[in-house]
């Protein structure tokens, strides 16, 4: 890593954020992992601010957005995301955070409670003491290196990173663009001025399959033909395949 990663061997309180509160959303890039081994069939985003944050906070970040940070616990994962961080401007002397870690003299884990492999750790990894917390990020100058690295979590003493990789299981996308909509928001805010989370000029009724202004007996018989399906039109939550959830999404916004 350049000289701009710190690699401190001090304990460090990351009670208080000292950096990066104020981070906003300046690009991103999206990606459906639906093809080769492994897919999950999940939306992924490379998610780029305008300063160093701290692992918490592009957690938080990723949570506020109705996702979570990306894992990468198999050979097939850490492609993915490698490929979806291969952009200019992921890589600002650390690479992007990823849902990786170790708090309070644990062992290292998955945000999603998946167990830990350490197939990928960078030669040397991981460096920073046992006794301190620490966070998971791809490992790179510029650009990413195929490993993971260890870094104190906040930019204070750790990574000076401005990025993440975060992913959605479902998420609202109103205006049918393949992008989550609070992805949208948290770049531009003024897309949402009422702060409901929705586009403030989205034309497109959730459960409006056939776009006609209304949520009715003919959209539910368009998704009921659809049902167990890839139909993208009738996936009403992104997940990949129209069942229960996207059923109980049309009723619930029905106007009859």
């Known amino acids: 890593m350049r000289a701009c990663m710190a690699i401190s061997m001090v304990a460090v309180s990351f009670g208080a954020v000292a950096a990066g509160a104020n981070a906003s959303v300046v690009d991103f890039a999206v990606a459906r992992w639906s093809d080769g081994a492994g897919a ?10 305008d300063e160093p944050w701290s692992w918490r906070e592009a957690r ?17 994962a ?20 990823i849902g990786g870690s170790r708090f309070g003299g644990g062992s290292w884990s998955w945000v999603d409670g998946a167990s830990f492999s350490s197939f ?69 805010p ?23 202004g209304r949520v009715n007996g003919a959209d539910l018989g368009l998704m009921i033909g659809a049902f167990n399906s890839t139909n993208a039109t009738c996936d009403l939550n992104h997940d990949g395949v129209v069942n229960g959830a996207d059923l109980g999404l ?6 009859g």
């Open 250 to 255: 049309l009723l619930s916004h029905w106007t």
């Open 60 to 76: 938080a970040m990723a949570n506020e957005m109705g996702a979570e940070l990306a894992t990468a616990p198999t050979s097939q």
């Open 40 to 49: 999950d069939g999940r939306t992924y985003a490379l998610v780029m601010v």
């Open 120 to 188: 990928a750790w960078a030669p040397g990894r991981p460096a920073q003491s046992s006794l301190l917390d620490a966070a998971i990020c791809l490992g790179g100058s510029d650009s990413p290196d195929g490993t993971w690295i260890d870094a104190l979590p906040g930019p204070d003493a750790g990574a000076q990173t401005r990025s993440a990789i975060v992913v959605w299981n479902t998420f609202e996308d109103c205006d049918n663009d393949g992008v989550p909509d609070r992805l949208e928001i948290a770049k531009d």
């Open 190 to 212: 003024t897309l949402d001025p009422d702060f409901d989370g929705r586009l403030a000029d989205c034309s497109t009724i959730v459960g409006d399959i056939n776009r006609d």
């Open 78 to 97: 850490l492609s993915f995301v490698i490929a979806l961080a291969s952009r200019p401007g992921a890589f600002d002397c650390a690479g992007p955070w």
